[in-house]
């Protein structure tokens, strides 16, 4: 037991620089205000002050939360359907389609959302096929349903493959004493499949909220800087204004929202299982 202590000692290290610094850090700057002189500076929580006595950063916090709420619904009612079809085939056709799934992923994302500007911009291929069946015209691009196309094309294999993780792992002894039973298909998936996949559909709404609500490269690429999220804020204050103690701040308040939310998650996940939380 020892020896594997032992063995954990460079990841802690590891976990110490990497993580808890630079968290610590962002911590120190956003209840700091710089002084004079380069190691002096003062307490302060005017930043966490600021932002929560401007209704233009509230609405901001808003609209970054209904926009992952709208995209991590999307993506479940998208996902779970190929997810249940996916698992309902052979090993060896699921991994085929699985494969089909993730293989966009092998591409970098910043790729992947530049590929969708040609396509959503004037004379690309999606208007091109909107204007064959009457409902060309409209703009597509730089507006708020490009940039909710855009995060459920990224996030959306993120809530499939939890799903079918869930779905694959199930007991199918269980869907045979079903029928036994004599429920029918529609009984079976309610009373059955859905409550058994719920983990996994937790782990794919907790995937897709969190990189969802923070993002700032997809609205800033299919947006055209016309669709401001909390992400693009938060690079804003530290790259383009230099206010890094505000910036921090901000940051701070969206750790602290997601860590709210995944305890949340996490609840109803124990409570799903019909466990208590470990202490």
Known sequence: ?????????????????????????????????????????????????KFFTDPDFL????????????????????????AFFISRNSEKVQNLLVLCVTLPMWINMLVRTYAWIGLLSEGGLVQRILSLIGLGGSELLYTEGAVLLGMVYNFL?????????????????????????????????????????????????????????????IPKLLGGGKYFLIGNMIENQFITVGEWNFGSAV????AVIMMLLMMAVRKVEIRNQGGKEEK
Not at 157 to 184: R, V, Y
Not at 251 to 254: D, L
Request: aromatic letters at 10%; a neutral charge.
């Open 1 to 49: 037991m020892k020896k594997f202590s032992q063995l954990a000692f460079p990841y802690i290290i590891w976990a110490a620089l990497m993580l808890v610094l630079p968290m610590a850090l962002i911590a120190l700057y956003s209840v700091t205000e710089p002084g004079n002189t380069i190691i002096s500076f003062t307490l302060t929580l005017d930043h966490y002050v």
């Open 59 to 82: 609405i901001i916090l808003w609209r970054s939360l209904w926009i992952a709420i709208k995209t991590t619904i999307i993506c479940l009612l998208l996902g779970y359907p190929v």
């Open 157 to 217: 294999p993120f809530m499939i493959l939890q799903i079918n993780t869930s779905l694959c792992k199930m007991d199918h002894s269980l869907l045979e004493a079903s029928a036994d039973l004599g429920a029918n298909p529609v009984q079976t998936f309610v009373r059955v499949i859905l409550p058994l996949s719920l983990p996994g559909v937790i782990n794919g709404i907790t995937l897709v909220f969190l990189p969802a609500v923070s993002s700032f490269f």
């Open 251 to 254: 940051s701070m308040i969206m």
